[in-house]
């Protein structure tokens, strides 16, 4: 059965897609079977793998209707055999205001994935960068929750938002915990993120990962090319990041 991992954080521009799109295929690169699932209507992780021709149907739809089977579609197999991803596109946006009056709107789908989560050894969920209903319904699908942040003292309310938000939700989904923190978009160059990455360390302790994603234009490029870091010419540096995240994911179980 499937590890299903909500990627989060209430807070926008903090590398949530690209996380989950190089987390994603780093635990192909680990003999991981994957299923990346875009629940934002910007559809950025679609995008990310070149797929955003390829969303006649998306999540929306799945949503929507309980006899819609999850539009799921495979990543180029020569570049990353293992991963398929279920697509979205900004209709999504107002799916969401129409699930406002269907019954078990918050686990339409947890009980989508329900039905193919035997599939595959990891399940990774891209989230909106709000508390809607469709992060919602991401969160009571995961099991565990990785968080993306920002180095800035801005940022932290953010994670106190989403921490609070958690509690909450396992009112639905009493299993939910955080996998981990992680720091992302690093720049240890500057003194304010030192001191924050520090901060984070004495303040979350164990639960913020070892492994640091630093600052690396190659990251933007390779999302912006339709493809992972592990595909991008220049990105072995950032490519070394993710596989030792994934590695880490894989550990913590």
Known sequence: MARIIAVANQKGGVGKTTTTANL??????????????????????????????????????????????????????????????????????????ALMNKLGRELRLRDQLATVEEAYDFVLIDTPPALGLLTINALVAAGAVVVPTEARFFSLQGLQMLQESIEEITYLNPRLRILGILLSKLDRRLREERAVAEYLRDRWGELVFRTEIGTNSKILEAGSAGTSVFRYTGAERAAEMYLALAREVVERG
């Open 24 to 97: 994603g295929a780093s635990l192909t690169l680990l003999d991981r079977r994957v299923l990346l699932i875009d629940m934002d209507p910007q559809g950025n992780l679609t995008a990310a793998f070149g797929l955003e021709k390829q969303t006649e149907r998306t999540i929306a739809d799945a949503l929507l209707d309980r006899q819609c089977p999850l539009p799921i579609v495979a990543v180029n197999l020569q570049t990353h055999a293992g991963l398929d991803l279920v697509p979205s596109a900004i209709p999504l946006a107002g799916a969401e205001a």
